[in-house]
């Protein structure tokens, strides 16, 4: 069984930085992309960036600047770096991964439970 768990949410004021991490575990043969998503009530769950296994990230246009994805292929984990908050980014963030596992399997999409970020003062 594949999990992906995630860590780091919190409250934070605004101008403030947090930063998200996703451990991924159980078989696995290999990684593709990974992600962050997130969603905030009343809203559907939308990309906040995304990266490969070989490290080309995308973000989306109202993180850019502000949000720094990394990952780390050997230990299967995922970080978000979140600087410059606002309280527009509040919303329950969810790892993402694209993945075999094992080999000639097809590729599968797994999510995390998700982690909550309040941007508040």
């Known amino acids: 069984q594949v999990q992906l768990v995630e860590s780091g949410g919190g409250l934070v004021q605004p101008g403030g930085s947090l930063r998200l991490s996703c451990a991924a575990s159980?078989?696995?043969?290999?990684?593709?992309?990974m992600g962050w998503y997130r969603q905030a009530p009343g809203k559907e769950r939308e990309l906040v960036a995304t990266?490969?296994?070989?490290?080309?990230?995308n973000y989306a246009h109202s993180v850019k600047g502000r949000f720094t994805i990394s990952r780390d292929n050997a230990k299967k984990t995922l970080a978000l770096q979140m600087n410059s908050l606002k309280p527009e980014d509040t919303a329950v963030y969810y790892c993402?991964?694209?993945?075999?596992?094992?080999?000639?399997?097809?590729?599968?999409?797994?999510w995390g439970q998700g982690t909550q970020v309040t941007v508040s003062s």
């Open positions: 993402n991964a694209n993945l075999k596992k094992w080999y000639g399997d097809s590729d599968y999409d797994y």
């Open positions: 159980g078989i696995i043969f290999s990684i593709n992309d």
């Open positions: 990266i490969t296994s070989g490290g080309t990230t």
